[in-house]
């Protein structure tokens, strides 16, 4: 059975920072792409950043482009968000997502596995 697990967030002043952790147990193997998406009230969810299963390739929604940094260390099947000069339009629910390495980019539907959720409340 494959988890997703999220730590991390929490509430930051703006033009700070956070950083977001996930695991994922239950694969075999690391070739799987990963990705974070957010979704704030009201809004639709948003994919901000995903990460190739070899690590190589990463895309960024233009929104955290040089604010937002994803990366992935394959022998603890873990992702990780860095997330620099925050804003309060950063508010949001944050998931994680695995998918398998076939599927990349920052469309929710290539995802199949996602973790519970963690939330970011940045004031101003």
């Known amino acids: 059975q494959v988890q997703v697990l999220q730590s991390g967030g929490g509430l930051v002043q703006a033009g700070g920072s956070l950083s977001l952790s996930c695991i994922v147990t239950?694969?075999?193997?690391?070739?799987?792409?990963m990705a974070w998406f957010r979704q704030a009230p009201g809004k639709e969810r948003e994919g901000i950043a995903c990460?190739?299963?070899?690590?190589?390739?990463?895309q960024y929604a233009g929104s955290v482009r040089g604010r937002f940094t994803i990366s992935k260390d394959d022998g603890k099947n873990t992702a990780y968000l860095q997330m620099n000069r925050l804003a309060p339009d950063d508010t949001a629910m944050y998931y994680c997502?695995?998918?398998?390495?076939?599927?990349?980019?920052?469309?929710?539907?290539?995802?199949?596995?996602w973790g519970q959720g963690t939330q970011v409340t940045v004031s101003s």
């Open positions: 990460i190739s299963w070899a690590g190589y390739t990463t």
């Open positions: 239950g694969l075999t193997g690391d070739d799987y792409t």
């Open positions: 997502a695995t998918a398998t390495a076939d599927q990349y980019g920052l469309e929710a539907s290539k995802y199949k596995w």
